[in-house]
């Protein structure tokens, strides 16, 4: 089975601290997402790497950078933390055609 | 721009009935899925669609794509409280191999 495992289910950080929310997959997949969740608004796409080192905007990449290094790890970074940041982030993998998605569990981030 | 457009947006139902769920999108896209989401979990991949016509089904759920309507339902027969979840459509973006673009969700709740 795949599996999509992100650094924390739970967050709580404080306006303008800088964030990491890291996401590792084990399937050896070349896309890898980054997407946040509110009620209402469905999933919204940050970013996205198609490949270790490539990377590119989604809807919402404001305030938002990602850092992918190496394959199996997709980073998400807030420079500094917003109250209107507070959020589920979910992250995913993906291969094959058609692509589908596997997501990781989630990481509920509330900014303070 | 590609937007996809899920009704009802709730949904509370009675065991043993049927109902249908509807995921009306855009724009020409070549590939669909439903997700389902339990409370505090992830989403888990449930189907994919991809050409008209095309009807998936697992257990109490059927799915099925009529493109030239730019239509997917996801319907229930039968309905049991192990399906309460929240099911989102997702329909692929003809100008990315990676991106779906996501409906906002149908939060189902099934009574005994």
């Known amino acids: 089975d795949v599996k999509v495992t992100q650094s924390s289910r739970y967050l709580v950080k404080r306006t303008g601290e800088k964030v990491f929310l890291e996401c590792v997959q084990d399937?050896?997949?070349?896309?890898m997402f980054w997407y946040r969740q509110d009620p209402g608004l469905g999933l919204r796409l940050i970013y996205f790497s198609y490949d270790v080192k490539m990377k590119e905007k989604g809807d919402i990449p404001e305030g938002y950078s990602v850092s992918r290094e190496k394959k199996e790890r997709f980073s998400l970074i807030l420079e500094s933390a917003s109250t209107n940041q507070t959020s589920m982030y979910l992250c995913?993998?993906?291969?094959?055609?058609?692509?589908?998605?596997?997501f990781g569990p989630g990481t509920r981030l509330t900014v303070t | 721009e590609l937007k996809v457009e899920q009704n009802p947006l709730f949904l509370s139902m009675q065991e043993g009935k049927n109902y249908t769920i509807y995921c009306n999108y855009s724009?020409?896209?070549?590939?669909l899925y439903w997700y389902r989401q339990d409370p505090g979990k992830s989403l888990e991949s449930l189907f994919v669609?991809?050409?008209n016509g095309a009807v998936k089904q697992e257990g109490r759920l059927m799915a099925s794509l009529d493109t030239k309507a730019r239509l997917s339902t996801l319907h229930i027969t039968a309905a049991v409280h192990d399906l309460s979840a929240t099911y989102f459509c997702?329909?692929?973006?003809?100008?990315?191999?990676?991106?779906?673009?996501w409906g906002a969700g149908t939060k189902l709740i099934i009574k005994p």
């Open positions: 399937m050896d997949h070349e896309n």
């Open positions: 724009t020409t896209s070549d590939r």
């Open positions: 669609l991809l050409s």
């Open positions: 995913a993998s993906s291969t094959g055609t058609p692509p589908r998605q596997y």
């Open positions: 997702a329909v692929g973006n003809m100008d990315s191999n990676y991106q779906l673009i």
